[in-house]
Antibody
Framework: QVQLVQSGAEVKKPGASVKFSCKAS????????MYWVRQAPGQGLEWMGW????????NYAQKFQGRVTMTRDTSISTAYMELSRLRSDDTAVYYC??????????????????WGKGTTVTVSS | DIQMTQSPSTLSASVGDRVTITCRAS??????LAWYQQKPGKAPKLLIY???SLESGVPLRFSGSGSGTEFTLTISSLQPDDFATYYC??????????FGQGTKLEIK
């Protein structure tokens, strides 16, 4: 079955960086985009960006531009997201999610069909 | 950015009730809308995509409708397992994808 296994919880100090991993199994890793979404305590869902595992191309939400980097290692079917210059308001659960698409003509519309269990990051001095 | 607004924010209902959650987009998103269910401490789960397509394995009591700017998620007969928070998300425009603020479905 399709599964996304995320790395374990992290505690970081303000200004540090954190790198998350998301290991995919049960499907061809390069056939689906990978998305990253975060959720602050008691808050809603916030999209951070996506990576195309086939090409390595990525698109980031403007809010995180300059602080986030998404990469992948196709040899081990794993996607990574690094977030730098951490602040206390980056404390959240970070999810990876597989992107599936519908098409209309030559355009593709992606939604998130399978999610990892999430990685909790606590940023505190 | 496209803003997604859900109503109500909280909904109290009983097992067996029919409930409807509304999601409004700040501009037309055609039918490019998904609904997710999230339980405490768990990841979101896809229920509906393309506004009205039921994800495989999701019970038939869940249905979605709408297009343009107004969408609804309906649960025809609430079951105990359905008490959770529900989010809509637009994917008409990918930069950025945006979610509604969530609707918490509580037991009356």
């Amino acid at each position: 079955q399709v599964q996304l296994v995320q790395s374990g919880a992290e505690v970081k100090k303000p200004g540090a960086s954190v790198k998350f991993s998301c290991k995919a199994s049960g499907y061809t890793f390069t056939d689906y985009y990978m998305y990253w979404v975060r959720q602050a305590p008691g808050q809603g869902l916030e999209w951070m960006g996506w990576i195309n595992p086939n090409s390595g191309g990525a698109n980031y939400a403007q809010k995180f531009q300059g602080r986030v980097t998404m990469t992948r290692d196709t040899s081990i079917s794993t996607a990574y997201m690094e977030l730098s210059r951490l602040r206390s308001d980056d404390t959240a659960v970070y999810y990876c999610a597989r992107g599936r698409y519908s098409s209309s003509g030559y355009q593709y519309y992606y939604y998130m069909d399978v999610w990892g269990k999430g990685t909790t990051v606590t940023v505190s001095s | 950015d496209i803003q997604m607004t859900q109503s109500p924010s909280t909904l109290s209902a009983s097992v067996g009730d029919r409930v409807t959650i509304t999601c409004r987009a700040s501009q037309s998103i055609s039918s490019w809308l998904a609904w997710y269910q999230q339980k405490p401490g768990k990841a979101p789960k896809l229920l509906i995509y393309d506004a009205s397509s039921l994800e495989s394995g999701v019970p038939l009591r869940f249905s979605g409708s709408g297009s343009g700017t107004e969408f609804t998620l309906t649960i025809s007969s609430l079951q105990p397992d359905d008490f959770a928070t529900y989010y809509c998300q637009q994917y008409n425009t990918y930069s950025p994808y945006t979610f509604g603020q969530g609707t918490k479905l509580e037991i009356k």
